[in-house]
Nanobody
Framework: VQLQASGGGFVQAGGSLRLSCVAS????????IGWYRQIPGKQRELVAR???????TYADSVKRRFTISRDNAKHTVYLQMNSLKPEDTGVYYC??????????WGQGTQVTVSS
């Protein structure tokens, strides 16, 4: 599986961004796609995840602000981020978890939220 992430950028607090993750190759074996973020000096953390069955999971810190969705025809998962806060700043990565337990990472996309 190859993952192409895009949509990061610079935004003021309270603003919105939408990240996209396009999957290609062997997409039918994907169990779930998630968005993770990494802040300098901290471990990469799960932000949101959506399974092939449509089950959505969110970190407590982003609930009611972020929404994960997917377009199966386009093999794309989106992360709509609203009411952004400076603490949302980081590099966002998309991840594919496969039915055979393999995982794949896309390249990161930088999100910067100014106060």
């Amino acid at each position: 599986v190859q993952l192409q992430a895009s949509g990061g950028g610079f935004v003021q607090a309270g603003g919105s961004l939408r990240l996209s993750c396009v999957a290609s190759d062997n997409t039918f074996n994907i169990y779930a796609i998630g968005w993770y973020r990494q802040i300098p000096g901290k471990q990469r953390e799960l932000v949101a995840r959506i399974s092939s069955g449509g089950i959505e999971t969110y970190a407590d810190s982003v609930k009611r602000r972020f929404t994960i969705s997917r377009d199966n025809a386009k093999h794309t998962v989106y992360l709509q981020m609203n009411s952004l806060k400076p603490e949302d700043t980081g590099v966002y990565y998309c991840n594919a978890a496969m039915y055979d337990s393999e995982t794949y990472w896309g390249q990161g996309t930088q999100v910067t939220v100014s106060s």
